[in-house]
T-cell receptor, first 112, second 117 residues
Framework: TQLLEQSPQFLSIQEGENLTVYCNSS?????LQWYRQEPGEGPVLLVT?????EVKKLKRLTFQFGDARKDSSLHITAAQPGDTGLYLC????????????FGSGTRLSIRP | KAGVTQTPRYLIKTRGQQVTLSCSPI?????VSWYQQTPGQGLQFLFE???????NKGNFPGRFSGRQFSNSRSEMNVSTLELGDSALYLC????????????????FGAGSRLTVL
């Protein structure tokens, strides 16, 4: 079974600061997704990256898929309190693309 | 369009009992995946169903089972409940058609929170 490790586990920063969350694995994934989960709700998809080296931007969020398709990063510029939540990376296994496994998550708190 | 609906939202059981959770996917979505979420272990993959067949399975004991009906609705069952089964159980559906970025995007329900006493 492929494993995904996220770092850091917890992050508390001041509004306006920048941050980066990392998602790493020793295995190759066919695609990688990022989700955000808020209390009392299920995770909600932010982005999917498919091609090695791919970079996608979603307003102040920048997502990158590693060249070798084993890792990904999420960078938030000028964080806002509304960015607070649990960020999860998820990879589609090569052997079965419909099996999506999740990283342990990064709990982000933005202080006003 | 309606999202993924999970019932019940909350339930309390005692050790040794069994529980059945239900998931209604988004209309047109044929794949349903189940996950267990706990503070210590994060989101753990239980199983995935497609066209009434279990297509993928995680590393959970046989006490955890599921099924999918012809209308794509799915149920999961946990028998002989243990304290450690207390968790948020999440169901997600996807179109699962073809390949590419949108092929296996998961849409989650709000979950069923199970407490085992």
């Amino acid at each position: 079974t492929q494993l995904l490790e996220q770092s850091p586990q917890f992050l508390s920063i001041q509004e306006g600061e920048n941050l980066t969350v990392y998602c790493n694995s020793s295995s190759v994934f066919s695609s990688l997704q990022w989700y955000r989960q808020e209390p009392g709700e299920g995770p909600v998809l932010l982005v999917t990256v498919v091609t090695g080296g791919e970079v996608k931007k979603l307003k102040r969020l920048t997502f990158q898929f590693g060249d070798a398709r084993k890792d990904s990063s999420l960078h938030i510029t000028a964080a806002q309190p509304g960015d607070t939540g649990l960020y999860l990376c998820a990879g589609a296994e090569y052997s079965s693309a419909s099996k999506i496994i999740f990283g342990s998550g990064t709990r982000l708190s933005i202080r006003p | 369009k309606a999202g993924v609906t999970q019932t019940p939202r909350y339930l309390i059981k005692t050790r040794g009992q069994q529980v059945t959770l239900s998931c209604s996917p988004i209309s047109g979505h044929r794949s349903v995946s189940w996950y267990q979420q706990t503070p210590g272990q994060g989101l753990q993959f239980l199983f995935e169903y497609f066209s009434e067949t279990q297509r993928n399975k995680g590393n959970f004991p046989g006490r955890f089972s599921g099924r999918q009906f012809s209308n794509s609705r799915s149920e999961m069952n946990v028998s002989t409940l243990e304290l450690g089964d207390s968790a948020l159980y999440l169901c997600a559906s996807s179109k699962n058609r073809g390949s590419g970025a949108g092929a296996n995007v998961l849409t989650f329900g709000a979950g069923s929170r199970l407490t085992v006493l």
